[in-house]
């Protein structure tokens, strides 16, 4: 069965420090994998994605990374504001509709 | 922003009613689909479309019917609703699948 697995489920860091996000996924065939922010309340948002030959992507403050080998892609918040607490998902594509999401990993920032 | 409006936001209904709930777009995407998202779990399919009238099953469709008879609706409908469908219901459309598929923000059901 395709998965994909994110840790932690959640995590509190101070205004200004950076964090890391893991995903794990075993879905195959393997087509792209994309990170969403999600808001409360909101719709997720798309924020990279990333096919097979691509190894790191950005989006101002945010920087995917992927190692298609080992099934494993990260996403590292630099800098946090207040505006990046919400929920992160990881998303994996075999190249059709059937996207396998995460349960998410809940950013809450403090100041 | 995609262009993407759910209706309602938020409904509260009883066991046994028929619900139906509306997404429509502007952005004139061939693909539309329907998620329902619940703690713990990613979000998961229940039916999406590929054009007008052409519609399939995803993986939570039981207890759930679609129709799209225009290009920019794509509706949702819950028979006889059950508690096990209290939810936040997300509509997605899409293009090309290799390409983010653009969220609306979702419409809370509590079925009581």
């Known amino acids: 069965k395709n998965q994909v697995e994110q840790s932690p489920q959640s995590l509190i860091i101070l205004e200004g420090k950076n964090c890391t996000l893991q995903c794990n996924y075993t879905v195959s065939p393997f087509s792209n994998l994309r990170w969403y922010k999600q808001d409360t309340g909101r719709g997720p948002v798309s924020l990279t994605i990333m096919t097979f030959s691509e190894n790191t992507k950005s989006n101002g403050r945010y920087t995917a990374t992927l190692d298609a080998d080992t099934k494993q892609s990260s996403l590292h918040i630099t800098a946090s504001q207040l505006s990046d607490s919400a929920s992160y998902i990881c998303?994996?594509?075999?190249?059709?509709?059937?996207?396998?999401f995460g349960a998410g990993t809940t950013v809450t920032v403090r100041a | 922003d995609a262009g993407i409006t759910q209706s309602p936001r938020h409904k509260v209904t009883e066991t046994g009613t028929p619900v139906t709930l509306r997404c429509h777009q502007t952005?004139?995407?061939?693909?539309m689909y329907w998620y329902r998202q619940d703690p713990g779990h990613g979000l998961r399919l229940i039916h999406y479309s590929y054009g007008v009238k052409d519609t399939d099953k995803g993986e939570v469709s039981d207890g759930y019917s679609v129709s799209r008879s225009k290009t920019e609706d794509f509706l949702l409908t819950l028979e006889s609703a059950t508690s096990s469908q209290t939810s936040v219901y997300f509509c997605a459309i899409g293009s090309d699948s290799n390409q983010p598929q653009h969220f609306g923000d979702g419409t809370r059901l509590s079925i009581l």
């Open positions: 952005e004139n995407h061939r693909y």
């Open positions: 998303v994996v594509s075999p190249g059709d509709y059937k996207l396998s």
